[in-house]
């Protein structure tokens, strides 16, 4: 019993100096979308459930699922040599090249940690998350780039923790309403 109580103890401290260790989150880095967050396995099983659909036959490990009214689609990757974790999200009211979805009846839309969603206009998503590095026109699209990169002279403690080098956001507005957007870790 005072050994299971020692294990007991050790394993809460070592939860809670986990999450202590966890560091801010950058004013445009957004890492979850409909209480799926990236590199976070319970989270993506309780909403996506415990096998995940990845076509492995694509260039990185992707699963498109579909918003309850079939009108959104959400698709997810996963990078080579990891767990099966989720690392990039692309949301878009097109299944893109994966034709097959599966449907999330507990989704009516799907939007992120920080409310961005289908619909949004450019000034409410540069409120949420600050200046874009770039951005880019073409016609009626237009698309906002954010990118975090962890550097010897720019030292990210967001990106350390993931052990990921770059974290990047892509946003795309056609007559100024978002489209399509995809954010993550881009695969090193």
């Not at 415990?50 to 959104?72: W, Y």
């Amino acid at each position: 019993m005072f050994a299971l109580s020692r294990l007991l103890l050790a394993s809460l401290l070592w939860v809670s100096t986990s999450f202590a260790a966890q560091p801010v989150l950058p004013k445009q880095a957004d890492i979850s979308i409909s209480n799926i967050v990236l590199h976070d396995m319970a989270s993506q099983k309780q909403v996506l459930g415990v096998d995940i659909p990845f076509d492995k036959n694509a260039d990185l490990p992707v699963a498109t699922f579909s918003s309850a009214d079939g009108r959104q689609f959400l698709t997810v990757s996963s990078h080579p040599g990891g767990l099966g974790e989720i690392s990039e999200f692309r949301v878009s009211s097109s299944p893109g090249k994966n034709l097959v979805a599966r449907r999330i009846a507990s989704r009516d839309a799907f939007v992120t940690g920080k409310g961005i969603r289908l619909g949004l206009t450019k000034s409410q998503l540069v409120s949420r998350l600050g200046a874009p590095l770039r951005t880019k026109g073409n016609g009626n699209f237009v698309t906002l780039e954010y990118r975090i990169e962890d550097t010897e002279q720019n030292p990210s403690k967001f990106l350390r923790f993931y052990n990921m080098p770059i974290y990047y956001g892509s946003y795309t507005f056609k007559n100024n309403y978002l489209v399509a957007f995809k954010c993550g870790f881009d695969y090193p």
